[in-house]
């Protein structure tokens, strides 16, 4: 029987299908490794996991070993590429769980190599080298040493070799990614020559699979797109600019929550914390049960609206730590337990990420990603 969730989160599997029909038309014949981390970008790993089973995707890019072995125990039984850091202390994670480990610390190198040999398993590790983001990666005069110390471990095989673009989705001026492409190409150009040769080369995330040819190698790494949404407006634009079509994209999630109470307020009565508000006529307000420990950010408050029978109702006073308030004045016939959605769509009206994240001065990334994990998930 379906739960009577009081705040919930809808994710639409026809819609995930339709984006990872549009990525492996952008990805051709290489691998794609979904991201899934930062809970599934907020859609419930579990859940995605349960979805992205059924398609056909090689490889989850998650954060953590966390991560990695709740994916695991949800049933992923295909590849599953760590790309943040497991601690040297839990690299017994990576045989246990058949992880590929990002590496870029010549200390995970010593470590799972000899994990690797006293255990006679193979691991695999995929090194992310440095092109120009100074985030993780081997800095240029390091990879000698590394690849050196790589080759020491029989039972360690360079899978892949990677990279993370700096500036590739928020602007429209591509000089820097093509600098970092050519600076990738460069180290991959040393590791060969050096006596390695990883099958996989990959450096394409969202906005460079939709972009650029040039960075896809054998393998993809899409996030965002995935679940249906553009990296930024820039990246957008560059896709049309370049003849790219309207509708690749679609978003799968819908966050909605139930009115707990109805109520009218006078004129000049001030609306919660720190009287922020105070309303200028007779007012009927509905109180939500969601608040910034959800995921609905505080910067939101007196800015953003959400939709109850498809009207707008705006946000008055500020969000609360699991409450707020908006202003059902012009809406008729609200009731105790009406559904309201706070992001998605609602009848001819929609709220989306993006516009969220404009109001909230972030990207669509952080508003997905935000909503509290405990949150109920479910495939609609
Ligand atoms: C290493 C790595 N690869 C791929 C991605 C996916 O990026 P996007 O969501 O922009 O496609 C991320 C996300 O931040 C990442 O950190």
Known sequence: MQKNYLTWVEVN????????????????????????????????????????????IEYLAVHSRDEAERARRQGWKKKILVVGYIQLSELEAVPELG??????????????????????KKAEIHLKVETGTNRQGVEPENIEMIVAAIRKFSQLHLK??????????????????????????KIVTKINSLGLKPPLRHTACSAALLLFEDTKFEMVRPGIA??????????????RLAGGSNSILAPLLTWKTRVIQVKNVPA??????????????????AILPVGYYDGYDRSLSNLAYVLI?????????????????????????VKLEEEVVLLG??????ITADQMASWAGTVNYEILSRINGDIPRIIV
Request: charged share 25%.
């Open 13 to 56: 599997a026809g819609k995930l299908s339709g984006n990872i029909r549009t990525i492996r038309q952008l990805a051709g014949k290489r691998l794609v490794a979904a991201a899934v981390k930062a809970n599934g970008y907020g859609h419930g790993l579990e859940l995605m996991v349960d979805l992205l089973r059924k398609e056909k």
């Open 226 to 239: 995935l679940y249906g949404l553009w990296p930024s407006k820039e990246t957008y634009l560059s896709y």
């Open 160 to 185: 892949g070799v990677s990279t993370h673009f700096a500036n590739i989705e928020d602007t429209t001026d591509h000089t820097y990614a093509n600098y970092q492409l050519a600076e990738f190409n």
């Open 268 to 285: 000049d009565a001030f609306v919660g914390y720190g009287c922020s508000y105070r309303t200028t006529a007779p007012t009927k307000l």
């Open 99 to 120: 992880l590929e480990l990002t590496v870029y610390n010549i200390e995970t190198v010593n470590r799972l190599g000899k994990l690797a040999e006293k255990t006679g």
């Open 309 to 333: 029978k498809g009207k707008r109702a705006p946000v008055r006073g500020r969000i609360c730590m699991n409450l707020m308030m908006v202003d059902i004045t012009d809406i008729d016939g």
């Open 345 to 350: 769509e609602n009848g001819q009206e929609k």
